[in-house]
């Protein structure tokens, strides 16, 4: 399996943004930190102007972002409040997942591997929902302390992360070199119906996956307005893109994805795809 080379410098880079602030856990004070942290930001700046260029710069920055932000994550998970610590270990989630999404591209399917595969750059909604949770995590920890103390929620939401994460990266992983960020309206020549694996048992385990993740996410911070909005408009993205991507697939494969909708589910609860009538495949 070939390896794109911006793999290792990716990992680099993460490992680098991740170091260079985990070092400040041991002053054990959110003051020194946040005024030690700046140093190191600018330590990560230069190597990055100094030593990239291009492609491999808009790489690493994204890199060293999403490690700075794991970090940040670890240390408000180590050095925060009982109450605080949901929010750290989100942090941790939403940064892992956002750098796994590139990973996974660059090992499974390199040729379509871009800075577009941090997934980073979600449209302005992505960008809502994010800013969303984290205003009313930080309202409801100041207006109702006691409802962020509900442990067992918590706990609840960080295996639903873990769980969705996991079964997204398999599926990426199954799919290998079939699987693409972007719903594809060309047919490659190498584009094969991957039915094997956790395929076997949902059509399309990689949604199912990124689903749970969202939904967990907000359960894990406590957030009831949240995870009402993010599970309504979670759903509704994915009914319409399944709706179209399933369009695609019958275009693929004809015969053989109709008879592949027939023994398995979307996975996602409510929604069917795109369903067309036995008569009209023949």
């Not at 379509?112 to 595969?117: E, G, P, T």
């Not at 918590?154 to 996991?166: A, D, H, K, N, W």
């Not at 957030?223 to 369009?247: A, D, M, Q």
Request: aromatic share 16%; with cysteine.
């Amino acid at each position: 399996m070939t390896v794109h080379p911006h793999t290792f410098l990716s990992l680099n880079c993460f490992l680098m943004g991740a170091s260079s602030c985990l070092g400040l856990i041991f002053v054990r004070s959110f003051s020194h930190i946040a005024a030690l942290m700046p140093a190191f930001l600018c330590i990560d700046y230069v190597y990055l102007k100094c030593f990239l260029r291009d492609e491999q710069y808009k790489v690493g920055v994204r890199a060293t972002f999403l490690g700075i932000v794991f970090s940040i994550g670890v240390i408000l998970t180590d050095l925060g409040s009982s109450t605080l610590k949901p929010m750290g270990i989100y942090t941790c989630f939403l940064s892992m997942f956002h750098y796994t999404e590139f990973l996974a591209i660059a090992v499974t399917n390199p040729r379509s591997l871009s800075v577009r595969s941090f997934v980073l750059d979600n449209g302005v909604e992505y960008k809502v929902a994010a800013i969303s949770c984290w205003i009313e995590f930080f309202v409801e920890l100041y207006l109702f302390p006691g409802l962020k103390s509900i442990w067992y929620l918590s706990v609840l939401g960080f295996f639903m992360c873990l769980s969705g994460e996991i079964l997204r990266k398999v599926a990426m992983w199954t799919a290998s070199t079939n699987f693409n960020h972007e719903v594809q309206s060309v047919h490659a020549d190498d584009h094969v119906l991957v039915t094997h694996g956790v395929y076997q048992f949902m059509r399309h385990p990689s949604y199912v996956g990124w689903f749970i993740w969202s939904i967990g996410s907000q359960v894990l911070l406590i957030n009831p307005i949240c995870l009402i909005g993010y599970t309504i408009v979670s759903w509704s993205f994915f009914n319409e893109r399944i709706f179209y991507e399933e369009i695609t697939l019958l275009n693929f494969f004809g015969a053989e994805y109709h008879r592949y909708q027939q023994k398995t589910s979307t996975g996602l609860p409510f929604i069917k795809g795109y369903i067309i009538e036995e008569d009209n495949m023949k």
